[in-house]
């Protein structure tokens, strides 16, 4: 390639600018001036008369290049993310589903327990069926099991001494068990009688 030729120019640059022109020279092992022109080339596009250089040609294609891989990364991160998004609260809520459909369960298990049935025709007299042992908890559940709604429930908790929560939650209970509030791991507990 024959050597093109070259007029001095005297530029004022803002002192930021040239150090940051000259680290990137070194960085590049390359010129200044030869950074300067390939900023040109990709400013100006070709010009008539002048040859472009191969690593300004380079240079050129590697900005295409990376900033097309950085649209393409873009885009395909806010796919995943979106879909990720999309399916945690698709979880969440059937999650919540669940919870609510046990509550309701133990619920109507704690209703069927505490009926007595009329005796059949065999003595059966010493059996006594196994009564289940509550587990604590959370505020969504025990407010299901109380037929309440949990803002409901919490509002009471905070208004009322422990022992008036107690008496209140027995009342509604359908075993009528109090349920008391422990913070240590944020689950209503059954008092036991």
Known sequence: MAAMERESINFKLPKTLTKA???????????ATDLVIQGLYHVLGPISGTEVSIETRLHNLEAQL????????????SGVEDSSKQRLSLLEQKTEAIAQ???KIE?????????SYPSSKRKSNNYHPPQLELQPLPAQNL??????????LVDHFEKLST????SWTRNRDPRSIGWEFHPEDGLYH???Q
Do not use: C
């Open 66 to 77: 990376t900033a097309l891989a950085n649209r393409q990364e873009d885009s395909i991160e």
């Open 190 to 192: 059954p008092v036991q």
């Open 143 to 152: 407010a299901s099991r109380l037929g309440l709604t949990a803002s409901y």
């Open 101 to 103: 459909r046990l509550a």
């Open 21 to 31: 022109l000259r680290t990137a020279a070194r960085e590049r092992h390359t010129t």
């Open 107 to 115: 619920g109507a298990i704690s209703v069927l327990s505490g009926r």
């Open 163 to 166: 022992k008036d929560f107690i």
